[in-house]
């Protein structure tokens, strides 16, 4: 009978049992990558509805977790290859197709597609779609050239750049004028001045320039490397305490102020880096070719 014995399963080691675990911290970095995107389905079906405010709002709980998954899988050592993919799908729907289709609804009064009472026309809602549509395009070729250049090795005057605006500045960037003209609106203060912020030209003009800045190479502020002298911390912090309290007291007037100062910023930000990269190739001869 011992020739016959049953071959049962080959006992595993402890490592490869260890192995075969993944643990629960590794999961809630993906976790929160995961309610990001849904946030920013949830504000693509709020716009549909014509629900403007609370649309804005899940766009808004969108950009915080996505703000907080990177740092979260660093913190508890949990960063993986499948977590940099579905962060960069989520912003893809978060950034480029939410804040697109926020515009189109938006802009062409809601499903009814009536602002003030009169309709827009059906050629003005197809041109206002397609610049939408464009918009969302130069937010997903801005991503895929992100995900391109992780592989390349960094340039030394770029250390303090981003290469075009980001997706979340570009998201921010758009949404300004709908953030102003709904504060506006909410406060019953300068109608002309909402009605012009809502006007279909003018959205599809944003649409087209944020997108481009997007697509662009042209070098914005990235504050992760930036440094600032000790002796500007008390007012800088007091500088944020102050928008803080203006957040509490009116967020989306706060919100579409820096959005439109962040605006503003792009050809001062490009002025300084035409310094920084001048002094660098001065002072590295050399780096000019490879920088070619």
Not at 182 to 194: E, H, N, T, V, Y
Request: glycine share 8%; proline share 6%; net charge positive.
């Amino acid at each position: 009978m011992s020739k016959f014995r049953l071959r049962g399963r080959r006992k595993r080691t402890k490592g490869e049992a260890k192995r075969d675990r993944i643990p629960v911290r590794a999961i809630i970095p993906n976790m929160v990558t995961s309610l990001a995107a849904c946030a920013g389905i949830t504000s693509i079906s709020l716009a549909s509805e014509g629900r403007f405010t609370s649309a804005l709002g899940a766009l808004l709980v969108a950009c915080i977790c996505d703000g907080m998954d990177g740092r979260i899988a660093r913190l508890l050592k949990a960063s993986s290859k499948l977590g940099a993919e579905l962060d960069s799908l989520a912003d893809f729907v978060n950034f480029g197709v939410a804040p697109a289709m926020f515009m189109f609804f938006w802009l062409t009064g809601g499903p009814a597609h009536t602002i003030g009472g009169e309709a827009v026309a059906q050629q003005t809602v197809r041109l206002v779609l397609g610049s939408a549509l464009f918009y969302a395009l130069c937010d997903c070729f801005r991503l895929a050239r992100f995900n391109t250049m992780l592989e390349q090795p960094p340039v030394p005057y770029w250390k303090n750049y981003f290469t075009g605006v980001p997706a979340p500045g570009g998201c921010w960037m758009v949404l300004s004028p709908a953030m102003l003209a709904i504060s506006l609106d909410a406060k019953g203060r300068f109608p002309m001045l909402a009605a012009f912020l809502q006007n279909p030209y003018f959205g599809m003009a944003m649409l087209l320039f944020v997108g481009s800045l997007m697509a662009s190479r042209i070098p914005t502020i990235s504050l992760k490397s930036l440094h600032i002298p000790k002796k500007a911390l008390r007012p800088l912090m007091a500088a944020i305490l102050l928008a803080i309290a203006f957040l509490w007291v009116n967020t989306w007037l706060t919100l579409a102020v820096v959005g439109i100062g962040y605006i503003a910023s792009v050809p001062l930000t490009a002025w300084c880096f035409a310094r920084t990269r001048e002094r660098y190739l001065k002072s590295n001869p050399s780096g000019a070719c490879a920088s070619a």
